[in-house]
């Protein structure tokens, strides 16, 4: 069973800084792409930024400049590193891999944590 923990979220003014993490855990023979998504309440689940298991990344444009996704591959872990957050960045932030499990690959997602960002 493959298990995706994430940790970090908070309530935080804006301007203020957070640092998401994700670690995979289980029978993993190997995770190709690991992303971040966030849902605010009321609107679709939206693709904040991923990264290739080659380290190639890409964001959204609300989020570039501000957001930094990285990943250590020995720790299965995956991270977002948020600078200057502002109120519409407040949303149940998940994690997102692609595993492979033997010769099949599955898509988890994490449980998602808060982030609240306020005025």
């Known amino acids: 069973q493959v298990q995706l923990v994430e940790s970090g979220g908070g309530l935080v003014q804006a301007g203020g800084s957070l640092r998401l993490s994700c670690a995979a855990s289980?029978?993993?023979?190997?995770?190709?792409?690991m992303g971040w998504y966030r849902q605010a309440p009321g609107k679709q689940r939206e693709l904040v930024a991923f990264?290739?298991?080659?380290?190639?990344?890409n964001y959204a444009s609300s989020v570039k400049g501000r957001f930094t996704i990285s990943r250590d591959n020995a720790k299965n872990t995956v991270y977002l590193q948020m600078n200057n957050l502002k109120p519409e960045d407040t949303a149940v932030y998940y994690c997102?891999?692609?595993?492979?499990?033997?010769?099949?690959?599955?898509?988890?997602w994490g449980q998602g944590t808060q982030v609240t960002v306020s005025s």
């Open positions: 289980g029978s993993i023979f190997s995770i190709n792409a």
């Open positions: 997102n891999a692609d595993i492979w499990i033997a010769t099949n690959e599955y898509d988890y």
């Open positions: 990264i290739t298991a080659g380290g190639s990344t």
